[in-house]
C-alpha cells in the first residue's frame, strides 16, 4: 500500500478538476488519490471518472464545507499520511519526495507545508501560506512571504527548512494517526482557519509543524470563494474569535477576547469608510454567531494550553505603525 494518500475536496468544481487534476496524476507516483466530492451538481462525478479512471472517489452526501467535509471523507482512509489539496492547485514533478523523507526521519514532524508559489504569477508567493504561516498574540495569521496584504517575491529567501506555527489547507499533510488522535478539523468552522485551528491544537500537543522548500505547488487561490465575497469576511473572523477561545492560554483569555472584538470593530469602521458596508455587516454577523457558540466552543478547550504560541506581540502594530511589510522586517 501506498503511504500518502493525497485528497482533494470538491463541490462542482468540474472546471477546476479538468484543469489542474493532470499535474497531480503525472507527479503523484507516490500517492493514492481520492476526490472527496460535497454532492456536486455540475459534471464533477462525470469528469472524474471519464478523463481520470484512477482516482477514486469519495462521495459525501452533502456540501459540508471544507471541515466537516474532510472529517467525514477521511473516516477510511488507512494511507499512513494525509495530503488534503485544494481542487485549484497545480503540483510539480517530485514534490511528495521531500515530504515523505521529512516525516520518515522526523517522527517528532506532525504536519508539512510546501512551498506556495501564485498560479497567476509563478514568481510571487501565494497569500495562502506562502513559506509558512505564523499567528500573532491576537490571532492574526501571517506568513513567510505574506503579511496583510504584501506579497513577496519568491527569491529563494524561505529556501531553508523552518518550524512554522501552521500549514495553509491549500496543500496540508499531516499523519493520519495525529488527524484522529486530534479529532480532525472542527466542524463549527465549515471552512476558513481551520487548518491553523488544527495545527494549533497539535502544537498544544507538542508535535511540530514544518515547512518544506523542496517541495513546490502553485496556488489559483479565492477559486471557491474570492476575497471580495464577505461569506469570507464572516468566516474570517467568527472563526478567528472561536480558534483564540479554544486555544488561548487562561490567563491571556479574556484580555485578548476584548482586545480582538475592539480591533473588528476597527476593522468594520474601516470597511465603511472604503464603502464596503457588506463586508462591515459581516464583521457585525460574525460576532453574533461567535457569541452563539461561546458555550459549545468552551467545552472543547483543553485544561492546559501553551504559553509561547504567537511569534510576535502584535502584527498589525509592526505592519501599521512599524512599516515591517515583509517577515524578515518584523
Do not use: M
Given at each position: 500500500m501506498k503511504k500518502i494518500a493525497v485528497v482533494i475536496l470538491n463541490w462542482n468544481g468540474a472546471k477546476l478538476l479538468e484543469q489542474f487534476l493532470?499535474?497531480?496524476?503525472?507527479?503523484?507516483?507516490?500517492?493514492?488519490?481520492?476526490?472527496?466530492?460535497?454532492?456536486?451538481?455540475?459534471?464533477?462525478?462525470?469528469?472524474?471518472?471519464?478523463?481520470?479512471?484512477?482516482?477514486?472517489?469519495?462521495?459525501?452526501?452533502?456540501?459540508?464545507?471544507?471541515?466537516?467535509?474532510?472529517?467525514?471523507?477521511?473516516?477510511?482512509?488507512?494511507?499512513?499520511?494525509?495530503?488534503?489539496?485544494?481542487s485549484d492547485v497545480e503540483v510539480t514533478q517530485n514534490w511528495l519526495t521531500p515530504i515523505l523523507s521529512l516525516f520518515e526521519n522526523n517522527p517528532e514532524i506532525g504536519i508539512i507545508q510546501p512551498k506556495i508559489l501564485d498560479y497567476k504569477n509563478k514568481a510571487y508567493f501565494e497569500y495562502a501560506g506562502a513559506a509558512g504561516g505564523f499567528i500573532d498574540k491576537f490571532g492574526y495569521p501571517f506568513c513567510r512571504g505574506r503579511i496583510f496584504d504584501t506579497i513577496e517575491k519568491d527569491n529563494g529567501q524561505y529556501d531553508d527548512e523552518q518550524t512554522i506555527f501552521?500549514?495553509?489547507?491549500?496543500?496540508?499533510?499531516?499523519?493520519?494517526?495525529?488527524?484522529?488522535?486530534?479529532?480532525?478539523?472542527?466542524?463549527?468552522?465549515?471552512?476558513?482557519?481551520?487548518?491553523?485551528?488544527?495545527?494549533?491544537?497539535?502544537?498544544?500537543?507538542?508535535?511540530?509543524?514544518k515547512y518544506s522548500p523542496n517541495s513546490l505547488v502553485y496556488h489559483v487561490g479565492g477559486a471557491t470563494l474570492n476575497e471580495g465575497n464577505p461569506r469570507k469576511t464572516f468566516l474570517n473572523f467568527r472563526n478567528s474569535l472561536l480558534m483564540l477561545l479554544k486555544n488561548l492560554p487562561e490567563n491571556q483569555l479574556f484580555f485578548i477576547i476584548l482586545s480582538r472584538l475592539c480591533l473588528d470593530g476597527l476593522a468594520g469602521i474601516q470597511f465603511i469608510f472604503k464603502g464596503k458596508f457588506k463586508h462591515c455587516f459581516a464583521i457585525i454577523k460574525a460576532h453574533f454567531s461567535f457569541y452563539s457558540l461561546i458555550n459549545k466552543t468552551l467545552k472543547k478547550r483543553k485544561q492546559s494550553q501553551s504559553q509561547n504560541y504567537y511569534q510576535t506581540k502584535s502584527i498589525v502594530y509592526q505592519y501599521f505603525i512599524k512599516n515591517g511589510k515583509v517577515f524578515d522586517n518584523i
Open positions: 493532470p499535474s497531480v496524476v503525472a507527479f503523484s507516483d507516490e500517492a493514492k488519490i481520492y476526490v472527496a466530492d460535497n454532492a456536486s451538481t455540475d459534471t464533477s462525478l462525470e469528469v472524474i471518472k471519464n478523463q481520470f479512471p484512477s482516482i477514486t472517489i469519495i462521495q459525501n452526501d452533502a456540501n459540508y464545507g471544507f471541515a466537516k467535509g474532510y472529517n467525514i471523507a477521511l473516516q477510511n482512509i488507512e494511507e499512513e499520511y494525509l495530503c488534503l489539496l485544494n501552521w500549514a495553509s489547507g491549500a496543500c496540508f499533510f499531516i499523519r493520519r494517526t495525529i488527524f484522529n488522535q486530534l479529532n480532525g478539523f472542527d466542524d463549527d468552522f465549515f471552512a476558513h482557519q481551520e487548518e491553523i485551528d488544527l495545527c494549533w491544537r497539535a502544537f498544544n500537543l507538542g508535535y511540530k509543524a
